[in-house]
């Protein structure tokens, strides 16, 4: 055969010069060759009794190698002369030389002259080409093959560990565990002892030549006693071990191969079902989870927006991130199942309706959408609310002032005490209602702003709007019959006016100056108690700003209080000096009094520190806030830039040089690494909740050009492009290694993906695809012909149609021209070999010739065989390996 290794034969020349040395080895070669011998030269009717006398004339000799090797050699010299001897001889050894076998010092002379070593020799080499030579297991030969093969088979045995081809067979267990491997019908292995090595040998001898058409070659006594047994001697008769159950072997080759389909199967619809269970599972949770995040109504007060608030954060950093890890989970299993499948010859896996890839994807954009901008709604809602709670209490403020101011005074304007008094007495009414009227007007704008804050918490939509209105209504009504009542009583005072004179000066100034210092002072208080809302330390500085140019004017109003007190003083003087009553000191004109002005005048100065105090605080505040801005800020411009960087490199890894193993190895370590800087994005985000906690949110912060939400969206882009890149690899790997081809292979077919990819999206449009095959040597005419035949490749590679061919396709379309994978009708051979060429199977032979789970696999798919020359019972093989390798039952 072209395929014989002439090495071997020179190692079996050192075998002969070391063999042939021992006497003893001499007698078993000498026995098992010629019984070798003979259970050929039987099927010519002959037979051999002297095996160094037999073959001299080269005629059987000629028949031998004719019976062993199905050939006819030239005809033989019938004459008895040496020389006709010596020219048959010659004819077999220039035969066993055309099989490729190298003859060290064998010559026809030896053999004619009944030479017992070099005829030995010779059989031996005759042996090892037809008997051993074609012995392969596991792609080890000869006689590496063949003691491979009786390892594999005695391995269960107990009291068996075949290591060579002498004493491991000196017991006779070895032997018989080969036959009881292949036929338990003909000895009971576990009834057998090491301690009974003669009974052993004789057994197997026995039950061999009765059973199974091998003759006695080896003597047991000679076995036992023999120090070291003739290795030559024991692989010759156990080659005829082999070849005697080589039919069993085809079926367990057959059953291997089936087993090996049956995983594939198996593994790919656990696969299936994983993706269906995944899929429904997260697409359940966007189902639902969506909608919440699409409703943007909240009850409209500050504890129930702050709740929401808290929910969306707990929804980011603890409920989404699950769920985006089984996102890329989904996905990968999903590549590594279509790898699988395209791999094995299967068609593409396509998932239940509405849970493709893509669908899954589509679903997941549609929640991000839904997300897009929450976060920040609730924020601004918070601060809509707190703005609507601050103008609400501004509002309840200013009415309360209001209500104090008016109680009481609709009953002063409507009491008719102008009748019947005293013209002193009515001048001085007309004095007062001037001064009131005064104080009307003064509150005048109070009035106009308690409408305005009202207007304004209408327009902001206000949970207790209606309240708001009712109570705006009451005072806007009274105030209009305050108006009126005044009108109405300025009238009645008028028409008396000509009996009144003139009033004393000091009271008439006193309510005069009183009644707008009275004002300003309440004005004043209102604006020293009131609230206010800010973000910037800037803010704060204007109001500190203006609280400093209204402490600047209290010096005039400091004089002018002692003005006004000075007015009081000179007039309880004048009593005094005068003799009074007490009546003279009573101001008619006006309800205020010195008491009055002056406790308003220390509240004035008692609010002014209390103000100081007060913006001081918030100042302090707002630069915290403004610490904590500079805080993620910092953090911030570290992270953002990380994460660039890492998405870049896990982008350049497909376009590097460098074996599989390292591109893997490198994205392993950018795992590694971005699991390890997992913690920074967990710094970020509770740095960015304390800004928003310190009300400093809704504002840009000038120290950075990040935000959490894009710092958020970078993180997600990293964590999945690492996985979905080393899922590529792997299944790179899984392609290479499956498919047999080699790194510069691979490396061929990803430089040409790389040059027709030029946007780096690691796909290529059909344009593309068929310029990089046309680059590869494939010759795709330009018309109708070659069309359709790119078309049927754009079948292959893009199965769902998506209008891109993934680099994954690319590689598995590149290595099946070469690959040699399992079909179906390897398959369905194989089980037509466990079937003995039967059309049928039956369950009997399943459950003997397979493992027990991939027997029951089998059992539950078959279908029953329809064939009128089937037993009952009988099972279609052909019609399940055609399914095997069509669409899965998933």
Not at 876 to 887: K, M
């Amino acid at each position: 055969m072209d395929n014989y290794d002439p090495g071997y034969m020179e190692e079996e020349e050192e075998w002969d010069r070391e063999g042939l040395l021992d006497p003893a080895w001499e007698k078993q070669q000498r026995k098992t060759f010629t019984a070798w011998c003979n259970s050929h030269l039987r099927k010519g009717n002959t037979s051999i009794e002297n095996i160094e006398e037999d073959f001299r004339n080269g005629l059987k000799l000629m028949l031998l190698l004719e019976v062993i090797s199905g050939e006819q050699l030239p005809k033989p010299d019938r004459g008895r002369m040496r020389f006709h001897k010596i020219a048959n001889v010659n004819k077999a050894l220039t035969f066993i030389e055309a099989k490729g076998v190298k003859l060290v010092g064998i010559g026809a002379e030896e053999i004619v002259d009944g030479n017992l070593k070099m005829t030995l020799g010779m059989i031996w080499t005759i042996i090892l080409r037809f008997a051993i030579q074609d012995i392969s297991v596991e792609e080890s030969t000869a006689k590496e093959g063949l003691l491979l093969w009786c390892q594999r088979k005695t391995a269960p045995y107990r009291n068996v560990n075949v290591q060579n081809f002498h004493n491991s067979f000196k017991d006779g267990l070895a032997f018989c565990a080969l036959i009881h491997r292949h036929r338990p019908d003909l000895l009971d292995y576990h009834k057998l002892s090491k301690d009974n090595p003669l009974e052993n040998l004789n057994l197997a001898f026995d039950v061999a030549e009765k059973h199974l058409d091998i003759p006695k070659m080896l003597d047991a006594e000679d076995m036992v006693n023999s120090v070291k047994p003739d290795e030559r001697s024991v692989m010759a008769y156990v080659s005829s071990y082999y070849h005697a159950f080589s039919g069993a072997q085809k079926a367990e080759t057959a059953a291997n191969r089936i087993c090996k389909v049956l995983k594939v199967n198996q593994e790919n619809e656990r696969l299936m079902e994983e993706y269906e269970r995944l899929a429904s599972d997260l697409l359940e949770w966007i189902r639902r989870t969506t909608p919440w995040l699409e409703d943007r109504t909240t009850d409209k007060t500050l504890p129930g927006t702050r709740r929401k608030l808290e929910e969306f954060r707990d929804y980011r950093r603890k409920e989404k991130p699950p769920r985006l890890e089984e996102k890329a989970t989904l996905e990968t299993t999903f590549n590594t199942l279509q790898t699988r499948l395209r791999l094995s010859n299967r068609p593409a896996y396509l998932p239940t309706e509405g849970k493709l890839v893509s669908d899954i994807t589509n679903a997941w954009k549609g929640l991000e959408h839904a997300e897009k901008g929450f976060e920040e709604w609730l924020l601004n809602e918070l601060q809509r609310l707190e703005r609507l709670d601050h103008l609400a209490k501004k509002f309840r403020h200013k009415c309360q002032i209001h209500e104090e101011w008016a109680q009481g005074k609709e009953d002063m304007l409507r009491n008719p005490d102008y009748r019947g008094v005293r013209l002193t007495e009515l001048k001085a009414l007309k004095k007062k209602h001037e001064a009131f009227e005064s104080d009307l007007s003064a509150h005048q704008d109070r009035v106009e702003q308690i409408a305005a804050i009202a207007q304004e918490l209408n327009a902001l939509d206000y949970h207790d709007v209606a309240n708001v209105n009712t109570r705006c209504q009451r005072i806007c009504s009274q105030w209009d019959v305050l108006g009126e009542l005044t009108t109405q009583r300025r009238h009645n005072i008028n028409d008396l006016e000509k009996v009144l004179e003139d009033i004393d000066q000091y009271h008439l100034e006193f309510a005069k100056r009183a009644a707008p210092f009275n004002n300003w002072m309440d004005g004043a208080k209102e604006d020293l108690v009131d609230m206010f809302i800010v973000h910037t330390v800037d803010e704060v500085k204007g109001l500190m700003e203006a609280h400093e140019q209204f402490k600047q004017t209290l010096g005039e109003a400091d004089k002018e209080y002692h003005g006004i007190v000075s007015l009081v003083q000179e007039v309880q003087r004048l009593a005094q000096t005068h003799n009074l009553g007490s009546g003279a000191t009573e101001n008619p004109y006006t309800t205020l009094s010195a008491q009055d002005i002056s406790q308003k005048w220390s509240d004035v100065k008692r609010l002014v520190p209390q103000r100081d105090q007060t913006l001081q605080e918030e100042y302090m505040k707002q630069q915290n806030n403004e610490r904590l801005r500079r805080q993620f800020a910092q953090k911030a411009n570290i992270v953002g830039p990380w994460v660039e960087k890492h998405l870049d490199a896990v982008a350049s890894v497909g376009v590097q040089k460098g074996s599989l193993e390292e591109h893997l190895g490198t994205l392993r370590n950018i795992e590694r690494e971005v699991e390890s800087f997992r913690p920074n994005i967990d710094e970020c985000e509770r740095y960015n909740q304390e800004v928003q906690e310190a009300l400093a949110m809704g504002f840009d912060n000038r120290l950075t050009h990040y935000t959490m939400e894009t710092l958020r969206v970078g993180w997600e882009q990293l964590l999945t492009s690492v996985k979905r890149a080393i899922n590529e690899v792997e299944n790179q790997i899984l392609t290479r290694d499956s498919k047999g081809i080699t790194n510069e292979q691979l490396d061929e077919f990803r430089k040409s993906f790389n040059h027709f990819d030029r946007n780096k999206t690691r796909k290529l449009e059909p344009r593309e695809f068929k310029a990089c095959l046309m680059s590869l040597g494939f010759n795709i005419r330009e018309d109708k012909q070659g069309e359709a035949a790119f078309q049927r490749i754009l079948t292959t590679v893009d199965p769902n149609r998506a209008g891109y061919i993934t680099f994954d396709a690319f590689l598995d379309f590149m290595t099946r021209e070469t690959a040699d994978t399992d079909t179906a009708d390897q398959v369905m051979q194989s089980f037509k070999v466990l079937a003995g060429d039967l059309p049928y199977i039956t369950p009997d032979v399943l459950r003997r010739e397979l493992p027990p789970d991939q027997a029951e696999y089998c059992l539950q798919r078959m279908a029953p065989y329809s064939g009128r020359d089937g037993p009952p019972g009988a099972l279609d093989y052909t019609s399940f390996s055609t399914a095997l390798y069509g669409e899965s039952d998933l």
